[in-house]
């Protein structure tokens, strides 16, 4: 009885992820027919820097800390108290590191005041869908893909809908990548209300809990940053070399 529920849970998460894996990529398509539209080329190139750049930084707030997570929650049925507020503490500190180093690194850039601006939105924006990754971290390891899925496309949903209203209200730059952080704050709010009962809210760290999570997830996150580096770091360099339009 236990194996025939263990095997329709695995199907339903796997039909409801592949469906809204290719609900996610038709809204994607969407979003960037109506970005590159508005934006126009040189527009669009600055949105496609904004994200590229803080992208290098938040590699800081993860270092392999999501995949960690899935694996410390799915090993133990029921965390301790302590252990639950030593995860979710340690999440928000890398998100601050992350946030720091990002805004510290603006000041090495040779980027105009507003489109500064505009990378600070971004940033906040990033941050917050960093800490939604917290949640769906654990809802993965209770193998609920199916809420992580609802998660996701709701995310995405949300941000294509301000789109559509701040192109149609022509609000201009700052609020395009501002409906981006308002996406990313309703997949907050849903992933910590489904994982509500797993969070616990208290100034603690288990030292020795902390460092066997950065000893492990370090790894993942420096192959993460090769990564990024190897396929983005052109970017970044088009963005200091030449003009938006060429980004």
């Known amino acids: 009885m236990k194996i025939d529920f263990t095997y329709k849970k695995i199907f339903v998460n796997t039909f409801t992820k592949f469906g809204s894996k290719i609900a996610s990529i038709l809204l994607s398509l969407i979003s960037v027919s109506l970005l590159t539209r508005y934006l126009g080329t040189e527009g669009y190139g600055n949105y496609t820097l904004v994200f590229t750049y803080i992208s290098f930084f938040a590699i800081a707030s993860d270092i392999g800390f999501n995949v960690m997570v899935v694996r410390e929650f799915a090993r133990e049925e029921e965390r301790s108290a302590l252990a639950k507020a030593t995860f979710l503490n340690l999440k928000v500190i890398l998100i601050g590191l992350s ?64 789109i559509v209203c701040f192109t149609r209200l022509n609000l201009g730059f700052y609020y395009i990548v501002a409906s981006v952080f308002i996406g990313n704050l309703m997949g907050l709010v849903t992933s910590l209300y489904f994982v509500r009962g797993q969070l616990t809210f208290k100034l603690y760290l288990d030292k020795s809990l902390v460092i066997k999570l950065i000893k492990m997830g370090l790894p993942v996150g420096l192959t993460a940053f090769l990564s990024l580096a190897y396929f983005k770091v052109d970017t970044l360099m088009l963005s200091v070399m030449r003009p938006p339009a060429e980004v």
């Open 99 to 162: 946030i720091v180093l990002s805004m510290i690194g603006l000041l090495f850039f040779p980027y105009p005041l507003y489109l500064k601006n505009v990378i600070i939105i971004g940033i906040l924006a990033v941050a917050v869908g960093n800490m939604s990754s917290y949640g769906t971290s654990i809802l993965q390891s209770r193998i609920r893909l199916d809420l992580v899925a609802l998660i996701d496309l709701l995310t995405k949903v949300v941000t294509v809908f301000v």
